[in-house]
């Protein structure tokens, strides 16, 4: 099993270095781990949910310590970010260039409206959020920085039913990824520990069944992470994730395609 998205302690959100995770990840039989942590951001962002620029070395050598002292599994170098317009050189020439970067995941977790920058997370309520969060995240797949996007469907969270608007944004989004041949994200946190109680009872917040029926329609590729912001969760929802991508018959994506750059 692989694993692309896993966090460390300097998000602030979540526990263990480095090499708390490979040691888990080892002896739970993976054979990629991949770390992507929150992006600091430039002028330190919204740091109450990431790392500081101050802490970007320490995330690196930690990485390249982990990959010096462990030959038996493929350890990557990588990052997840929030994309903006003002954020977008920092990625390329910070990031991708000057630390060489494997790769970078896009999440998604704000977006702007009405000259405001709303939560992906409990801010998604309305028809009208939804299309601003979905314009927001089409325009960020199409920077080109990044090797996948993060649970797409995290809109599940807080806009409770399915109906024409998420048929609308999910076809934006998966049409947009189909065109630039960008996998989408079967993400096993939210599998394993994000229920939303809903007028018909309780369902996964994402990934949302209906979202990854379409997925297959499209015949987008995936792939599925733990999103691990614990050490003995490297490998959460990995094996619900793959036998969920192998009920609907969807493709696992080959990331070693993409990585190095
Ligand atoms: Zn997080
Ligand atoms: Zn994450």
Same mark, same amino acid.
């Given at each position: 099993?692989k694993?692309? =998205?896993?966090?460390t302690?300097?998000?602030? =959100?979540? @526990? ?24 600091? /951001? ?14 970007l ?8 310590e ?11 170098k ?19 260039? $000057?630390?060489?970067? &494997?790769? @970078? ?9 009405n000259?405001?920058?709303?939560s ?8 009208r ?34 109906? $024409?608007?998420?048929?609308?944004a ?10 630039l ?27 949302? /069944? ?9 015949e ?9 912001? =614990? ?8 094996? $619900?994730?793959?036998?969920?991508? &192998? ?6 994506a &080959? @990331? ?6």
């Open positions: 099993m694993n692309h =998205h896993t966090h302690f300097r998000c602030k =959100h979540a @526990l263990g270095e480095v090499d708390d995770y490979v040691r888990v990840a080892l002896a739970q039989g993976l054979t990629v781990l991949g770390f992507a942590d929150h992006t600091p /951001l430039p002028g330190n962002r919204f740091l109450s949910t990431r790392m500081s620029l101050a802490e070395p320490g995330y690196v050598q930690a990485i390249a982990a990959q010096q002292g462990y030959r038996e599994i493929t350890i990557l990588g990052m997840e970010c929030e994309w903006m317009p003002e954020f977008h050189s920092f990625y390329q020439e910070v990031l991708l260039g $000057e630390y060489a970067f &494997d790769y @970078l995941v896009l999440g998604c977790h704000f977006f702007p409206y000259g405001d920058v709303l992906s997370h409990v801010d998604l309520h309305t028809p959020h939804l299309a601003a969060y979905t314009q927001h995240l089409v325009q960020s797949m199409r920077s080109g920085l990044f090797a996948f996007v993060a649970h797409p469907d995290l809109f599940g969270l807080t806009y409770l039913e399915w109906d $024409e608007n998420t048929e609308a999910a076809r934006d989004i998966i049409g947009t990824a189909k065109e041949g960008l996998p989408l994200e079967i993400n096993g946190h939210g599998l394993v520990n994000r229920t939303v109680e809903t007028a018909r009872g309780p369902r996964p917040a994402y990934p949302w /069944l209906p979202f990854w029926e379409l997925v297959a329609d499209y987008v590729p995936v792939v599925v992470n733990s999103d691990a912001h =614990h050490p003995q969760r490297v490998a959460q929802g990995l094996r $619900e994730g793959l036998e969920l991508a &192998d009920s609907l018959g969807l493709t696992l &080959d @990331l070693t395609l993409r990585e190095g750059g």
